[in-house]
């Protein structure tokens, strides 16, 4: 399923990121805050975290979720699903391949047992003022790229300004209320913002830095395959467009010894085979021909691992609980179609996905049903609205639908038989009173004459035993839903170019949400070609409560406007939520060891693997059975 963070580059400037120093020089170190003639307060740190204090103090040796034990060497074989085209995750042309982040390092770097810090890398130091509306970093004088040249501000502010000019349109858009970036010293960049924003000082500093003498004479808008400079722990050492890359650590990587990097991204290979399809992938893995393996069907977990390899101990099955903040897996609607405007139409639709029958008969009552774009936060509405909601929302009150003011949304709840008809009986009742009607099984819209035929876009064949049920539900209401499977690229492609009437999407949960928030769902992103505002939302409310998130100056503000939000978003039916699971499953061949101590929010760098490492002593015994 695709995310809403559709590279790991963009993710690295929209969800809290991850690294060291603490001096404002190479030579002076500063003391912890300096108070200025205008009361403001200047912060100098080896960390960033703008809710609170981070975890780790300047001289930590390691983070707790890494192993001493942990030794550099060897080689994981892991695999994608879909293609790639281009080598460059950064703009919307083409395909990109995964696991950018391999290659591209950020100013600083973030730890898996806090959701909201980062720690210096590339970035020894940061500044900051207690108002919010300036960063600043001064970068290790060490550090260079992949080919020996240094790292310096004026690459940092070339990343800045490429990013936002001729990158996907998701950076303009996260990086709207950056003033100025300034080049201070070879080795000092500083951004003034355009007003107080706590949440934008993380996404800068989550920055990837590209190297400007590589890139400033390319066009950086077109595909390549050509291998770039890289700033990383690896470089690319081989690839075959749209089958497979092979990244290799860099052995005297000026940042290897970093305490960051101390027990994180131990192999000296990582091999990344492509896959169109994953059932394809997971015959594959079986064969051995992948090392690791992340389960997302939940039948393939329960009826799919009675083989040989599991039983005696080759295969390893691991059951781990998720204690990440959950996202929105959903069903989308294009706001761009006609017929999807009317929000009558997009709730029958809801009402006749019958989740509790599809949890039962198909994924082995593994899921629970996902209820919030703040699943499991608080920042899920409950109830009825506070007073703090209630003074957020009022303004808008002629535009917003009633349910908003009453209880939290919560999805219609069948039985589980597959005969769902008191929701379809409700659904129905909902079509009549906005003005539909039914001729020969077809419903007609209010106008009479519009058949309600929609197409359904999915991309994984696999989606099909889940899809058709609810289709035959939405035949019953006389909606005619044509499920279309195309390939990723023709999917990716049409999804930015919003050229579907219903598809299939992940939104990436925050654990604490941001300026994300203004680039899913804002008015001026419906307007931006290939923004990250698929279902093309242009809603007064919206624009205001996601501008009060990142303005929040406190958590109980901040917590009001997203429950708020919520609100808005559940009851509008801009999407038909889906399900969650509370545990992630993962297969590997059995000659890796890992940490004791597992990461507590960190699966997003290749589901945790990034602190396990090569057992030589495993593999030979692997190998001779």
Not at 540 to 561: C, F, Q, W, Y
């Given at each position: 399923?695709?995310?809403?963070?559709?590279?790991?580059?963009?993710?690295?400037?929209?969800?809290?990121?991850?690294t060291?120093?603490?001096?404002?020089?190479?030579?002076?170190p500063?003391?912890?805050?300096?108070?200025?003639?205008?009361?403001?307060?200047?912060?100098?740190?080896?960390?960033?975290?703008?809710?609170?204090?981070?975890?780790?103090?300047?001289?930590?040796?390691?983070?707790?979720?890494?192993?001493?034990?942990?030794?550099?060497?060897g080689?994981?074989?892991?695999?994608?699903?879909?293609?790639?085209?281009?080598?460059?995750?950064?703009?919307?042309?083409?395909?990109?391949?995964?696991?950018?982040?391999?290659?591209?390092?950020?100013?600083?770097?973030?730890?898996?047992?806090?959701?909201?810090?980062?720690?210096?890398?590339?970035?020894?130091?940061?500044?900051?003022?207690?108002?919010?509306?300036?960063?600043?970093?001064?970068?290790?004088?060490?550090?260079?790229?992949?080919?020996?040249?240094p790292?310096?501000?004026?690459?940092?502010?070339?990343?800045?300004?490429?990013?936002?000019?001729?990158?996907?349109?998701?950076?303009?858009?996260?990086?709207?209320?950056?003033?100025?970036?300034?080049?201070?010293?070879?080795?000092?960049?500083?951004?003034?913002?355009?007003?107080?924003?706590?949440d934008l000082?993380?996404?800068?500093?989550?920055?990837?830095?590209?190297?400007?003498?590589?890139?400033?004479?390319?066009?950086?808008?077109?595909?390549?395959?050509?291998?770039?400079?890289?700033?990383?722990?690896?470089s690319?050492?081989?690839?075959?467009?749209?089958?497979?890359?092979?990244?290799?650590?860099?052995?005297?990587?000026?940042?290897?010894?970093?305490?960051?990097?101390?027990?994180?991204?131990?192999?000296?290979?990582?091999?990344?085979?492509?896959y169109?399809?994953?059932?394809?992938?997971?015959?594959?893995?079986?064969?051995?021909?992948?090392?690791?393996?992340?389960?997302?069907?939940?039948?393939?977990?329960?009826?799919?691992?009675?083989?040989?390899?599991?039983?005696?101990?080759?295969?390893?099955?691991?059951?781990?609980?998720?204690?990440?903040?959950?996202?929105?897996?959903?069903?989308?609607?294009?706001?761009?179609?006609?017929?999807?405007?009317?929000?009558?139409?997009?709730?029958?639709?809801?009402?006749?996905?019958?989740?509790?029958?599809?949890?039962?008969?198909?994924?082995?009552?593994?899921?629970?049903?996902?209820?919030?774009?703040?699943?499991?936060?608080?920042?899920?509405?409950?109830?009825?609205?506070?007073?703090?909601?209630?003074?957020?929302?009022?303004?808008?009150?002629?535009?917003?639908?009633?349910?908003?003011f009453?209880?939290?949304?919560?999805?219609?709840?069948?039985?589980?038989?597959?005969?769902?008809?008191?929701?379809?009986?409700?659904?129905?009742?909902?079509?009549?009173?906005?003005?539909?009607?039914?001729?020969?099984?077809?419903?007609?819209?209010?106008?009479?004459?519009?058949?309600?035929?929609?197409?359904?876009?999915?991309?994984?064949?696999?989606?099909?035993?889940i899809?058709?049920?609810?289709?035959?539900?939405?035949?019953r209401?006389?909606?005619?839903?044509?499920?279309?499977?195309?390939d990723?690229?023709?999917?990716?492609?049409?999804?930015?170019?919003?050229d579907?009437?219903?598809?299939?999407?992940?939104?990436?949960?925050?654990?604490?949400?941001?300026?994300?928030?203004?680039?899913?769902?804002?008015?001026?992103?419906?307007?931006?070609?290939?923004?990250?505002?698929?279902?093309?939302i242009?809603n007064?409310?919206?624009?205001?409560?996601?501008?009060?998130?990142?303005?929040?100056?406190?958590?109980?503000?901040?917590?009001?406007?997203a429950?708020?939000?919520?609100?808005?978003?559940m009851?509008?039916?801009?999407?038909?939520?889906?399900y969650?699971?509370?545990?992630?499953?993962?297969?590997?061949?059995?000659?890796?060891s890992?940490?004791?101590?597992?990461?507590?929010?960190?699966?997003r760098?290749?589901y945790?693997?990034?602190?396990?490492?090569?057992?030589?002593?495993?593999?030979?015994?692997?190998?001779?059975?």
């Open positions: 399923m695709f995310s809403i963070l559709r590279f790991s580059s963009l993710a690295f400037c929209l969800t809290a990121s991850f060291l120093g603490v001096q404002a020089s190479s030579d002076a500063l003391p912890a805050s300096q108070p200025t003639a205008v009361s403001e307060v200047i912060i100098h740190s080896h960390a960033l975290n703008v809710y609170g204090q981070p975890k780790y103090a300047a001289n930590f040796e390691r983070f707790d979720y890494t192993s001493p034990k942990a030794v550099k060497g080689r994981i074989k892991l695999a994608e699903i879909g293609t790639f085209d281009t080598t460059n995750p950064y703009t919307t042309k083409g395909v990109a391949i995964r696991n950018a982040g391999l290659v591209h390092g950020s100013l600083m770097t973030g730890s898996g047992d806090e959701p909201s810090t980062l720690y210096a890398h590339i970035a020894q130091q940061v500044s900051y003022s207690d108002q919010f509306d300036w960063i600043s970093f001064t970068l290790n004088e060490k550090a260079v790229f992949s080919d020996g040249k790292v310096t501000a004026h690459d940092v502010k070339f990343t800045f300004d490429v990013l936002t000019t001729k990158g996907d349109p998701a950076y303009k858009l996260a990086f709207q209320d950056v003033a100025s970036v300034d080049v201070l010293k070879d080795n000092h960049v500083k951004f003034t913002l355009k007003q107080k924003n706590r000082l993380s996404s800068i500093a989550s920055l990837p830095v590209l190297a400007k003498h590589y890139w400033q004479d390319r066009d950086f808008e077109k595909t390549t395959l050509d291998v770039p400079v890289s700033s990383g722990l690896y690319i050492a081989k690839l075959e467009a749209g089958r497979f890359v092979t990244y290799k650590r860099n052995p005297t990587y000026w940042a290897r010894d970093l305490n960051v990097n101390n027990g994180v991204y131990n192999f000296d290979e990582v091999h990344v085979d492509y169109r399809d994953t059932e394809v992938a997971f015959e594959a893995f079986k064969a051995n021909s992948y090392d690791y393996h992340f389960e997302l069907t939940s039948k393939t977990w329960a009826t799919g691992y009675d083989i040989s390899a599991v039983k005696n101990g080759d295969i390893q099955k691991l059951l781990i609980d998720d204690k990440r903040v959950q996202g929105m897996q959903a069903t989308i609607f294009n706001l761009r179609q006609p017929l999807l405007q009317d929000i009558h139409l997009r709730q029958a639709i809801s009402m006749a996905f019958d989740f509790e029958w599809t949890n039962k008969n198909i994924f082995y009552n593994a899921y629970t049903r996902t209820q919030s774009f703040f699943q499991n936060t608080p920042y899920q509405a409950q109830g009825k609205p506070s007073p703090a909601e209630l003074a957020l929302l009022n303004p808008f009150k002629d535009i917003l639908p009633k349910a908003v009453g209880d939290a949304f919560v999805a219609p709840v069948t039985d589980g038989s597959g005969n769902n008809r008191t929701v379809l009986r409700q659904a129905k009742k909902l079509l009549t009173s906005a003005g539909y009607t039914i001729k020969q099984g077809q419903l007609y819209a209010p106008d009479g004459k519009t058949p309600i035929v929609l197409e359904m876009m999915e991309r994984q064949k696999s989606l099909n035993r899809i058709n049920p609810w289709i035959a539900n939405l035949k209401l006389g909606i005619i839903v044509n499920l279309r499977f195309i990723q690229t023709q999917w990716i492609n049409r999804l930015q170019d919003y579907f009437e219903m598809a299939s999407l992940v939104y990436s949960g925050r654990d604490i949400p941001g300026n994300e928030q203004i680039i899913y769902w804002g008015s001026e992103s419906a307007d931006t070609p290939k923004s990250s505002n698929y279902i093309g242009k007064k409310a919206v624009d205001s409560l996601t501008r009060t998130i990142v303005d929040a100056s406190d958590e109980e503000n901040r917590i009001a406007a429950r708020a939000l919520d609100r808005v978003l009851h509008s039916h801009y999407v038909v939520p889906k969650y699971g509370e545990h992630h499953r993962i297969a590997f061949w059995n000659k890796f890992r940490p004791k101590t597992p990461t507590t929010y960190d699966f760098h290749e945790g693997i990034h602190t396990w490492w090569f057992d030589e002593a495993k593999a030979k015994k692997l190998n001779k059975q």
